[in-house]
């Protein structure tokens, strides 16, 4: 193993931009979330352009979680039943799980990642209904705010190799070790990468913010993401890394109380442990 970290940014992000970009169809329904103008018709459209993405949606669609009556057949059947936005992310979901296990390594633990960006989604989008944010744009954010985790894993597996040492000894969050050994965290690649795969701002943003909230100023979606990952490690969906600080400041931004998505833990397991099991990483 490579025991010296790459010194340059430049050969940190240009070995990070080989990981693949997510298949054409993920970005476009990605980008339908911030237009309002987007009909059934296209989404149905746009999820049927990618076959593995269009039987992965309609396996989804029949699960338990959804039982409906006679089954679903067609994308353009399913939108009616399961509304707009539902099976919206149902494609987000089953795109980004897909192109995460076709792309991921031996050693890196594909099920353990997408547990935690399951319920890391499943939290954000609760608490951007209770502050009135998008909740779809909150489900993306969340999915995907560790894709720097699985593309250092990828294009630095010797360099990760120096970080996950590093994070031993010194008993610290992979962020603060990513930090020390690369001289930037996963959050600032997958803002990096997601902005070159021409995401909307808002998620970008999101991603690479969301370890940076103890800042005076900070997005509400990044507070939102922030609150949200340490509430998914407070319920144990995933991730076996230290549960971050909870930034108070990005509470009181939201106006969020703790006592209210307290009350709310068994609706946010519910749907946590449904989609997990929908994707087999139970």
Not at 26 to 47: F, G
Not at 70 to 91: D, E, K, T, Y
């Amino acid at each position: 193993m490579n025991t010296s970290p790459i010194k340059s940014d430049e050969d940190i992000l240009g070995a990070v931009e080989t990981f693949p970009s997510l298949p054409s169809a993920v970005v476009e329904i990605i980008h339908s979330i911030d237009d309002d103008d987007v009909t059934p018709v296209e989404l149905a459209r746009k999820i049927e352009s990618d076959l593995g993405m269009l039987a992965g949606v309609l396996k989804l669609a029949n699960s338990s979680r959804y039982a409906v009556r006679g089954g679903v057949a067609s994308v353009q059947q399913a939108v009616p039943v399961l509304g707009f936005n539902a099976i919206r992310n149902l494609a987000c979901l089953e795109g980004v799980s897909s192109h995460f296990r076709n792309h991921s390594r031996n050693a890196f633990d594909f099920e353990n990642f997408m547990r935690h960006s399951i319920g890391v989604a499943c939290c954000a989008k609760f608490i951007a209904r209770s502050i009135h944010l998008n909740p779809d744009i909150a489900f993306v954010s969340g999915l995907l705010h560790d894709v720097g985790q699985v593309v250092v894993a990828v294009t630095l597996p010797d360099e990760l190799g120096v970080v996950m040492e590093y994070k031993k000894q010194h008993d610290c969050h992979i962020a603060v070790a990513e930090r020390a050994v690369l001289g930037m965290d996963h959050a600032d690649i997958g803002a990096h990468l997601t902005n070159r795969w021409n995401f909307p701002a808002v998620i970008s943003e999101a991603i690479g913010s969301h370890h940076h909230v103890f800042d005076e100023v900070s997005s509400r979606m990044a507070d939102m993401v922030h609150v949200a990952e340490v509430l998914s490690h407070a319920l144990d969906f995933g991730s076996s890394d230290q549960v971050p600080p909870l930034s108070q400041g990005a509470m009181l931004r939201m106006e969020l109380s703790f006592q209210h998505v307290r009350s709310h833990f068994d609706e946010i397991e519910d749907e946590y442990c449904d989609m997990a099991r929908m994707l087999g990483v139970v």
